[in-house]
């Protein structure tokens, strides 16, 4: 039993480690590659006015990480040429969901 605990814990600890990496990659390419037009920092104001920032389409009850995958993976109208590798995509959107507040 206690073997089972301590291989349950180390899971959830290179879980959430992996998170924090993912996260930390995705504000970096946030920066880059989003900030033209959102606000990918919380308290910042997004350049393009009808660009939500990160933090409010974080807090919207609606989004959660699955939705922002999704969302990713499908251009949206102003930046049509864009296209993210799985992985940064999977890194946006963990940094995007770090910014939800907490329910």
Not at 17 to 36: E, P, T, V
Not at 48 to 57: E, L, M, Q, T
Not at 59 to 83: D, E, M
Request: net charge positive; charged share 15%.
């Amino acid at each position: 039993m206690l073997k089972l605990l301590t291989v349950t814990a180390a899971i959830v600890v290179a879980a959430i480690d992996s998170a924090r990496a993912d996260s930390a990659k995705g504000a970096m390419l946030s920066a880059q590659i989003c900030s033209g037009c959102h606000a990918v920092r919380p308290g910042q104001a997004s350049p393009k006015a009808d660009a939500p920032p990160f933090a409010s389409i974080a807090a919207k009850p609606s989004f959660n990480i699955f939705t922002l995958r999704s969302f990713l993976r499908t251009p949206h109208w102003t930046a049509s040429n864009l296209s993210l590798k799985e992985d940064d995509n999977e890194a946006i959107a963990s940094y995007i969901m770090s910014l939800a507040p907490r329910r």
